[in-house]
């Protein structure tokens, strides 16, 4: 008996259901959740799936391993920002002006990278990255170097006459984020359920197999790197509208194109919402962290005493220790779930469901 | 009428001559067999022909055309296509997503592909395995896959290389038949092959290589005949 289940397209109509529900409800979110703090959580998480989802084409469906998508980022965000601030143009033409450049560099850099296979183009699309984050802190009239770009007020969105928001609250940068994670989620579904997704993917599992099946390798790694690049970037430009500054350290920094790979890789790679696991995971616990909220939540619970060597030491340090933590998470991950969370609770529900039978 | 014609091929690793003036024309319809001790540049030719190398000097002519300098792809979709003599199967898709990425070839839509794909696996009869994960597949299904995802780029010429390599007899039997059944849909194909028994049952012609360079040509029977051919294979004999 299987009533809610039928397949349209790899997808059951229980999990439309679902998905509608979810979507519902994020839209509905912000009429009940006033928290600044919440919203503010709520869009870093929408800029990381944003990001995550870029770089699961590229990385998750494509097998090209990039650990350079700060470049992506930062594009988008200093050509935002330096339009914004130095030309006066919107930030609703500037996002589209930093996906084209991000799009731009993107190919550039690829036409130049995928010449190279495995470590060797995670190490190349580490140093392109590197070059982007000294270009912007020595180019200090485009720049403003390592002082970064520091943004006061957003123009409001306009259309006509009307005003639609002023961009004053967190509100309209919640929506914006949640429709651009939506409409990236969406166009990864598109990707995957087409002839993109199945080139992409025999791509990752072996080039010269995929190479002597027709598929054009140079071609087809370039629109994956494309299409991660534009996203990477919207995220990049959304960040930096939120945020109101940037600075080479922030969006061009190795770190953060770490962070980019591993809420994929924690989440699962190459799947629709491995990206999307890994942010709802790895944002809340690195604010967690940063804010010692896990390290206070310790010593309330009284498994810790405050007065003791532990205590003290936790609510010092752990607050600084996020890195390190991340780090173990990391390795836990890909030790006992090489496949992500998302995979570990597949092979999980595959499990019980022998079982059961 | 020649279907590829190899005139005077050669390819240099460096100071050696992986293949050295190899030349022959391959008609079609036929099956031609492709054989000689190991390291004697058979996978080398077949990467020169598929353009996966560029081959150092001659010309490959695949239907009157000029196949030097051509990538893989562009290769494969003017109709030469071939398997891996290591097999390469996209371990984590299924078997049909295997077959349908070249489907893939000749079309853009996912239905298309997908029952050109069933119909490939059908021919491979390796229907029932359909929606397994490629990776899973023991070799000789492996194998199977692999012709059937070549087939389903529709190949005009299709190039085995050691198809059989590693299976057991029955095993081994099952893809003699499939090659046979091959020929009838009237696809002309090049196969290399270490099983002897096999290769004089299917070939029409056979080619012989030994140390980059050509050896012998000729129907099955005049190979088996030809001393040269023997002593490469046995070694000289002192007698």
């Known amino acids: 008996m299987k009533p809610l289940l039928i397949n349209i397209k790899g997808i059951t ?5 679902f998905g509608i529900a979810v979507v519902v409800f994020l839209f509905a979110l912000p009429k009940f959740v006033t928290s600044t703090y919440a919203l503010h959580i709520m869009i870093l998480i929408f800029i990381s799936v944003i990001t995550g989802s870029g770089w699961n084409i590229l990385g998750g469906y494509t097998g090209q391993y990039s650990v350079g998508h700060a470049a992506y980022f930062g594009v988008g965000a200093y050509t935002t920002m330096v339009l914004l601030q130095y030309r006066h143009i919107v930030p609703w033409y500037g996002i589209w002006a930093g996906a084209a450049v991000a799009l731009a560099t993107g190919l550039i850099i690829g036409s130049i990278c995928f010449r190279l296979r495995g470590p060797y183009f995670v190490l190349a699309s580490i140093a392109v990255a590197e070059i982007f984050r000294v270009s912007a802190l020595n180019l200090k009239d485009l720049t403003n170097g390592a002082e970064g770009i520091l943004i006061s007020d957003i123009p409001p969105l306009q259309i006509g006459d ?37 080139y992409f993917q025999a791509i990752r599992e072996d080039q010269d197999a995929a190479h002597s099946l027709g598929i054009n390798l140079t071609l087809y790694k370039n629109a994956a790197l494309a299409l991660s690049a534009i996203f990477t970037s919207f995220a990049g430009s959304l960040y930096a509208l939120y945020v109101g500054f940037i600075d080479p350290g922030t969006v061009l920094d190795l770190g953060l194109s770490v962070q980019i790979v591993m809420s994929c890789i924690i989440g699962g790679i190459g799947t629709i919402f491995g990206p999307m696991i890994g942010a709802i995971i790895l944002v809340p616990f690195s604010e967690a962290l940063r804010s010692n909220v896990i390290a206070q939540a310790l010593i309330d619970s009284g498994l ?3 007065q003791s060597a532990l205590g003290s030491f936790l609510k010092e340090q752990l607050s600084h220790a996020h890195v390190l933590i991340y780090g173990i998470l990391l390795v836990v991950v890909i030790l006992f779930m090489p496949d992500g969370i998302l995979g570990f609770l597949r092979k999980l529900g595959a499990k019980k469901r022998k079982e059961a039978s | 009428m020649a279907l590829l014609e190899i005139n005077r091929v050669s390819k240099f690793f460096g100071g050696l001559a992986a293949n050295s003036d190899i030349s022959f024309e391959v008609p079609q319809g036929t099956i031609m067999g492709l054989i000689g001790p190991n390291g004697a540049g058979k996978t080398t030719l077949f990467n020169c022909i598929t353009g996966f190398y560029p081959p150092s000097r001659g010309e490959i002519l695949f239907n009157h055309q000029l196949m030097n300098g051509l990538h893989p792809d562009a ?3 003017l109709g030469m296509a071939r398997t891996w003599q290591k097999v390469r199967p996209l371990a984590k898709m299924s078997v049909l997503d295997n077959v349908m990425v070249g489907a893939l070839c000749r079309t853009n839509s996912l239905r298309t592909a997908r029952s050109a794909a069933l119909e490939q696996l059908k021919v491979v009869h390796l229907e029932h395995r359909a929606g397994v994960k490629a990776g899973s597949l023991p070799i000789g299904e492996r194998k199977k896959l692999e012709v059937a995802r070549v087939l389903a780029t529709q190949p005009k010429l299709l190039l085995l290389d050691e198809v059989m390599g590693g299976l057991n007899p029955a095993e081994s039997e099952e893809l003699i038949e499939l090659i046979l059944e091959i020929n009838k849909l009237g696809i002309t194909q090049m196969v290399i092959e270490h099983n002897m028994r096999a290769i004089m049952r299917i070939s029409d012609r056979i080619v012989v290589l030994n140390s980059g360079e050509k050896l012998a040509e000729g129907s099955p029977e005049e190979i088996v005949a030809n001393q040269a051919v023997v002593h490469a294979y046995l070694g000289e004999s002192n007698a």
């Open chain 1, 304 to 306: 810790v005493s405050e």
């Open chain 1, 162 to 198: 009307t005003v639609i928001t002023d961009f004053l609250s967190k509100v309209p940068f919640y929506y914006t984020g949640l429709v651009m994670a939506i409409c990236v989620i969406f166009v990864t579904w598109l990707v995957q359920n087409s002839k993109l997704g199945y």
């Open chain 2, 75 to 77: 290769v494969c979709k």
């Open chain 1, 13 to 17: 109509t229980l999990t439309i259901l």
